[in-house]
Nanobody
Framework: VQLQASGGGLVQAGGSLRLSCAAS???????MAWFRQAPGKERESVAT????????NYAASVKGRFTISKDNAKNTLYLQMNSLKPEDTAVYYC???????????WGQGTLVTVSS
C-alpha cells in the first residue's frame, strides 16, 4: 500500500482545512488513520476509521472538531479539521493497516500550521 497525503498549509486559529490521503496498491479491507507529530513531541493518533467507514475513533483533543472519512471508490482518506487551534500545529501523517495488524504503511506527511 502506498499513501500520499496532501492539503496541509497555514491557517489562522478558528479556521478549517481538509487533508486528503490517496491510497494505491492492495487497499481492499485496510483500516486507516491520521496521526500527527508536533515539534518536540511524540507522534500521536488523531483519528481512525475502519474499512467500511462506519466506525471511527478520535483523540479527545480533536473530538467534535475533526471528522475522518473515506471514499473507497476513490481510495481516498480525508480529515476535515474545523475550529483549528495553534496546538493543532503538526505534521500530519496518514497510515494504513490490515484488519488485524499494526499501522505499517505511512504517507510522507503534510504540515499544518495554525497561527494565533
Amino acid at each position: 500500500v502506498q499513501l500520499q497525503a496532501s492539503g496541509g498549509g497555514l491557517v489562522q486559529a478558528g479556521g478549517s482545512l481538509r487533508l486528503s490521503c490517496a491510497a494505491s496498491g492492495r487497499t481492499f479491507g485496510i483500516y486507516m488513520a491520521w496521526f500527527r507529530q508536533a515539534p518536540g513531541k511524540e507522534r500521536e493518533s488523531v483519528a481512525t476509521i475502519n474499512w467500511s467507514g462506519d466506525s471511527s475513533n478520535y483523540a479527545a483533543s480533536v473530538k467534535g472538531r475533526f471528522t475522518i472519512s473515506k471514499d473507497n471508490a476513490k481510495n481516498t482518506l480525508y480529515l476535515q479539521m474545523n475550529s483549528l487551534k495553534p496546538e493543532d500545529t503538526a505534521v500530519y501523517y496518514c497510515a494504513a493497516r490490515s484488519s488485524s495488524g499494526s499501522y505499517n504503511y505511512w504517507g510522507q506527511g503534510t504540515l499544518v500550521t495554525v497561527s494565533s
